[in-house]
């Protein structure tokens, strides 16, 4: 099989993409793709700006429709929501949010899941009112992912073996056994597998 390299050439957001086999691919007849990230040239990376959050932050999402950051602060049991227009930042307070871990973003229907590590909760916040509502999953949760597709949230339950699965229309839920000691999840929206 013979098979050529195609040189990387910068995109207009600086992201470029190089063509290349893989030794295991050109071996199998695939193709791979791989991402290949830098600044476009005469454009040096700096930092643009410094937003104070809460105590502790631990993660962070963003939605990329309505231009919020979502900062999950641990020690100040709080959600940081900045503005990525103009850096301003406001914060979600509720009494479900206790230890937060890890969030997600749903940008189709503007809701953002935080997993609290105690509480065995997941606290969903309306993105366009900050409004919180809790919704009880396993044990020790640890990560979320969203599949915006279909508007269900995963989350990953350490001390369960569990996934809970949350309904993003109606905040229901259903629990799935998995391996032990579950800590990350990640969705294909496109195949629909978790």
Known sequence: MNTKIRS????????????????WAV??????????????????QSV?????????PQAAAVNPV??????????SNNVTVIDGATNAATTVTDASVNEPVALAVNPVSNKIYVVNAVGLTVTVIDGTTNAATPVTVGGNPH???????????YVANANSNTVTVIDGATNATTTVNV????????VNPVTNKI
């Open 143 to 153: 990560g979320v992912a969203v599949n915006p597709v279909t508007n269900k949230i």
């Open 27 to 44: 071996r199998v007849g695939c193709a791979i793709a791989f991402l290949t990230l830098w600044p476009l040239a005469g454009r040096a």
């Open 66 to 75: 309505t231009n919020k950051i979502y900062v999950a602060n641990f020690g």
């Open 48 to 56: 643009t700006a410094t937003v104070a959050v809460g105590i502790s």
């Open 8 to 23: 990387s050439k910068p995109a207009v957001d600086g992201i470029c993409l190089r063509l290349r086999p893989a030794p």
């Open 179 to 186: 391996g032990t000691f579950p800590i990350a999840v990640a």
